[in-house]
């Protein structure tokens, strides 16, 4: 089957030498941090975390959102998503590759990684992410793959591969959450000590992944004969309208218990995000702009007529996106060390070096998605034709 | 399998118990070293190590001295090989001073004494009896050692993740963002200044360990030998187990206070105001 991806158009090499090019520049940078340290990123002893932790947490949203196709599909019986499970499943193999090289990237030593492995530590918080992620990857590469596989053949997939689909639809749900349980459970990082941090985490994953995946399928229609389907975006759409309103909403509980208790550890992050803290607020044009995001993409998404036309839906989908990785794979790190232990503030900003790594790491996982999905949609035409 | 680096702290410990210390420790157990604070304190016997720092007698020596006095810094970073980056934002520091203010940032209190307020505080691991730490550690490179209740910390296990960093309450851990042979020269002229402590690479964390290699051998952790040295006496080292020993006695007769004691940590720093 993978031979189908050594077939393509003069703008699908393109595509991928344009992505490879991206990989090595990020590699190349990736080996000056290897042998400088991480010094030469924006993290500092306040800021310990910054723009990779940030996009393990917002991809590990992308890629639990795969169950929002999953799950309708073969819970409800929801047919027509049929059609488009394998994009959700291969969008969440990519998202998982991007989320372990995050974390590998954001290590200080990372040949010692298998230490993870060789002292295996259940209390740790971190462990437990390691093996979800792993686990939920290789659900979905085998599902996936076996899937895409039986319909080339056109037989039914075998049985056993449907309990695999049943325990992925859970373990989807478990790599959010165990991702939310790294920032929730310590003591004395008050933004992210929130019970609620789980739940806000999963709904923005479950509007953010599947307006991703609107936009890929949009695509997969313009440059491939594959249709995934007017009636399919439609539902992901609706799906996307009321993740995101109840992502909002998750957020302004958060607002209401730190400005109505007035305690000042719950508002002092929130106050850096969106005004700055003693002198530092390189952060609140972002937050701003991720306010005013979210606020066009619930607008286009909650009007019905917006909502319906792909043109409308489709710029929503974007702004939502943009919305979303402002609050998750910025704001989300930065605020839960700020102010610090001793309630001063250190500012953080990126490096051109971890820029740079974090696009590589990107273009990775988008070289992998590109080249699954040229096969899935490959054999969907041929299987049609 | 050899000797993992648990295990031969644990024997050290033990070695030292019966009175065994290692050619090593007799090279460095120089004579005529030793304090006489140290005299009827079983270094190498604690159940639960704590330390009570006095900061009354500490701001009366860091008024004796012009530049303020740094001698407990001084000499744990010189006994443990801590570079100094001249950068705040990378600097490592396994013991340190801040304002009363940021170090105890729970007891806000707008009209407390100015003298106080802005009066450094000796800050260093809290090691605590319930560490956030070691809980949250993918590797247990950080650990608790039951028998004395220290957080150690093995710098050759550490994978980097800092993910003790973001659990420590109390900003004792730093990490290594570049390699510590490459810090600056003119601020590090005889680095590593210590070539009996391991060295570490770049991308560990680190921290204070109350002095596991010292305390092994019966000595007192370097900071408060460096501050009895000059008669001093802020720092207070001894056995929280030992209803009789010199901290509990300290305890008994001062008020005194702990970074943070709403978080459940247990920290056994004590702080006397």
Known sequence: ?385 | MGLDRREFLKIAGMAALFGLGGKAAIDIFAPGELEASMEGIPVSKGKRWAMVIDIRKCLAQQAKDKDGCKQCIIACHRAHNVPDWGDPKIEIKWIWQDSFEHSFPDQHNPYIEEELRHQPVILMCNHCVNPPCVRVCPTQATFKREEDGIVCMDMHRCIGCRFCMAACPYGSRSFNWGNPRKAPKELNPDYPTNRDYPERCKGVVEKCDFCVERIARGELPACVEACDKIKAHALTFGDLADPNSNVRKLLKEHYTIRRKPELGTEPNLFYIV
């Open chain 1, 1 to 385: 089957m993978l031979d189908r991806a050594l077939k393509g158009s003069q703008g699908y090499w393109g595509w991928l030498v344009f992505l490879l090019v991206l990989m090595g520049i990020g590699a190349g940078c990736w080996l000056y941090q290897f042998f400088e340290g991480l010094k030469i990123t924006g993290m500092s002893r306040d800021v310990s975390w910054g723009l990779y932790i940030g996009q393990l947490t917002y991809f590990v949203g992308v890629a639990a959102s795969g169950v929002m196709v999953v799950l309708p599909c073969y819970l409800h019986n929801y047919k027509a998503f049929g059609r488009i499970t394998i994009l959700g499943e291969f969008l969440a193999v990519s998202a998982i590759i991007m989320c372990l090289l995050f974390v590998f990237v954001d290590l200080g030593n990372p040949v010692r990684i298998m230490n993870v492995i060789l002292y295996p530590t259940p209390n740790s918080i971190l462990f437990w992410d390691m093996i979800v992620l792993n686990v939920y990857m290789l659900l979905n590469i085998i599902i996936g793959w076996n899937v895409l596989a039986a319909e080339r053949k056109g037989i039914h997939y075998q049985k056993w591969i449907k309990v695999l689909i049943y325990i992925s639809i859970p373990w989807a749900f478990s790599i959010h959450t165990v991702t939310a349980f790294l920032y929730a459970g310590l003591p004395g990082r008050h933004f992210w000590l929130t019970s609620i941090m789980a739940a806000r985490f999963l709904s923005s994953a479950f509007c953010a992944g599947p307006a991703l995946l609107i936009l890929l399928c949009l695509i997969v229609r313009k440059v491939t004969r594959f249709d995934p389907g007017k009636e399919q975006i439609r539902t992901l759409a609706g799906i996307v309208t009321y993740a995101m309103l109840i992502n909002v909403f998750f957020f302004l509980l958060e607002l209401f218990t730190a400005f109505y208790s007035q305690i000042p550890g719950h508002m002092h992050p929130i106050v850096f995000l969106f005004k700055g803290l003693d002198g530092v607020g390189n952060l609140a044009p972002w937050m701003w702009a991720a306010t005013v995001f979210a606020v066009i993409s619930l607008i286009l998404l909650v009007v019905p007529s917006t909502r319906r036309n792909e043109g409308t839906l489709a710029v929503a989908c974007a702004v939502l996106i943009a919305a979303t990785w402002i609050d998750k794979g910025l704001g989300l790190i930065v605020a839960g060390f700020t102010p610090n232990p001793f309630e001063t503030v250190t500012k953080y900003w990126p490096t051109t070096p971890e820029v740079l790594i974090t696009i590589g790491v990107l273009a990775t996982g988008f070289f992998v998605l590109t080249v699954l999905y040229k096969v899935a949609t490959s054999i969907k035409t041929e299987v049609a034709a």
